[in-house]
């Protein structure tokens, strides 16, 4: 099935660094969402966008609907150890066929050393 | 206020039996989709059930199934098992627009 291009696949980073991740797709979409998975968890909600060039924050979340609707990002401001996880971003397209379902990336997986 | 439920958490078939999920929706919510999520992958659609239709399809093959009761939950089944279809399931609910909650999913092997 489709998928995204997200990136990076994963990063190492240090306690109180920042971080970004980014989504890219060749179709437009009109809404993105941004997901956190623990391991053996379901993925929960962190941020949602629904118009192009929207920035929105979650507390130390950052993200940002593309103005091509084509891409997003994520930022996460002075990373704690509990930021460890996958990201996954994800997109829903226009109304009509298909507009129903959320398409995934294959995820970021954060890891923050101490 | 309970998130989104599934039930069993794990589960071990073999190949050629079948299998069935189940999922109730967060409180409010009317509308369920089902996911299939591969070791390593992002989550898949598999379908989407709503008013007890099944409202849009992801590319599955028929031996994937699905029912939405009048209370919103929902069962997805899945026939003739394949080693392929061992995956964790993931159950989201919405109300209106894209956000979709999720639950913590069913872990399925088939030996």
């Known amino acids: 099935g489709q998928q995204l291009n997200q990136s990076p696949q994963s990063m190492f980073i240090q306690e109180g660094e920042d971080v970004s991740m980014n989504c890219t797709s060749s179709s437009i979409f009109n809404t993105w969402l941004w997901y956190k998975q623990d391991p053996g968890e379901g993925p929960v909600l962190l941020i949602a966008l629904y118009k192009a060039g929207e920035l929105t924050s979650n507390g130390r979340l950052t993200a940002q609907f593309g103005i091509t609707r084509k891409d997003s990002f994520l930022n996460i401001s002075a990373s704690i150890p509990s930021d460890v996880g996958i990201y996954f971003c994800?997109?829903?397209?226009?109304?009509?066929?298909?507009?129903?379902?959320?398409?995934f990336g294959k995820g970021t997986k954060l890891s923050v050393i101490p | 206020d309970a998130g989104v439920t599934q039930s069993p958490t794990h589960l071990i078939k073999t190949r050629g039996q079948q299998v069935t999920l189940r999922c109730s929706p967060k409180?409010?919510?009317?509308?369920v989709s089902w996911y299939q999520q591969a070791l390593g992958q992002g989550p898949q659609f598999i379908f989407q059930?709503?008013?007890?239709?099944?409202?849009q399809r992801g590319n599955f093959p028929d031996r994937f199934s699905g029912h939405q009761f009048p209370n919103y939950s929902s069962e997805l089944n899945v026939n003739a098992l394949l080693l392929g279809d061992s995956a964790l399931y993931l159950c989201a609910s919405s109300k209106e627009g894209a956000e979709q909650f999720f639950g913590p999913g069913t872990r399925l092997t088939v030996l």
């Open positions: 994800a997109g829903q397209p226009p109304l009509g066929a298909g507009s129903y379902q959320l398409t």
């Open positions: 059930y709503y008013e007890e239709e099944e409202r």
């Open positions: 409180s409010g919510h009317d509308t």
